[in-house]
């Protein structure tokens, strides 16, 4: 007994540099995601408030000119966050099926263990589904456009407005490819068909 006593004292410091090292990795992926979180939000925020001002007290002529200035705040700080968001797909997609390899094949403790980074993962997650949320909203501008009374003689110049806008592309851009939901719904799925594959070869191999 007091063997193993001894033997477990002496993996203590092991333990804690292990719960160390993950507790800084973990902290610094979860903060730069809800970093980027938030700058996504403020850009929601923003397409939001021009649509209110469409709505509520903006003149037919001035939707243009908004929406260029619109546009071109969501593309600056789209790209001042795409390689920051980009990095951190790519460190969950290669990280993950290696989780789930290092959890089937030790023993149950480890599997408790890797509850943890899940908790990384559906930040990084909801960081990414964030950014592309943004496009979404962008999509759907025109149509609110389209809906909203300017008064009379204005539906020739309304119409103007509505193409100009729906040709736009405006959205939140990474290495000038246009995220949206659905394309992120591709990328997940064809994400998890290679991670099944592979880990299908690791483990009966």
């Known amino acids: 007994g007091v063997y193993?006593?001894?033997?477990?004292?002496?993996?203590?410091?092991?333990?804690?540099?292990?719960?160390?090292?993950?507790?800084?990795?973990?902290?610094?992926?979860?903060?730069?995601?809800?970093?980027?979180?938030?700058?996504?939000?403020?850009?929601?925020?923003?397409?939001?408030?021009?649509?209110?001002?469409?709505?509520?007290?903006?003149?037919?002529?001035?939707?243009?000119?908004?929406?260029?200035?619109?546009?071109?705040?969501?593309?600056?700080?789209?790209?001042?966050?795409?390689?920051?968001?980009?990095?951190?797909?790519?460190?969950?997609?290669f990280v993950l099926p290696l989780m789930l390899v290092d959890v089937m094949l030790h023993t149950s403790c480890s599997r408790h263990s890797a509850l943890a980074p899940l908790i990384v993962v559906c930040g990084v997650v909801f960081m990414a589904f964030a950014a592309a949320r943004i496009s979404d909203k962008c999509s759907r501008v025109p149509m609110l456009i389209n809906a909203v009374s300017f008064g009379e003689g204005t539906d020739w110049h309304r119409q103007q407005v509505v193409d100009y806008v729906t040709s736009s592309g405006a959205g939140f851009y990474v290495f000038s490819t246009r995220l949206t939901t659905v394309m992120l719904l591709k990328f997940v799925y064809g994400w998890a068909v290679a991670a099944m594959g592979i880990f299908s070869k690791v483990m009966f191999a």
């Open 4 to 93: 193993r006593f001894e033997h477990r004292l002496d993996h203590i410091p092991e333990v804690l540099l292990e719960v160390a090292m993950f507790a800084v990795f973990s902290g610094a992926i979860l903060g730069l995601s809800f970093t980027i979180v938030c700058v996504c939000q403020s850009l929601s925020a923003l397409i939001d408030a021009f649509c209110c001002d469409v709505v509520e007290r903006m003149h037919v002529s001035e939707v243009a000119g908004v929406w260029n200035l619109t546009q071109a705040v969501l593309r600056k700080s789209s790209g001042s966050i795409e390689h920051g968001l980009v990095t951190l797909i790519m460190i969950v997609a």
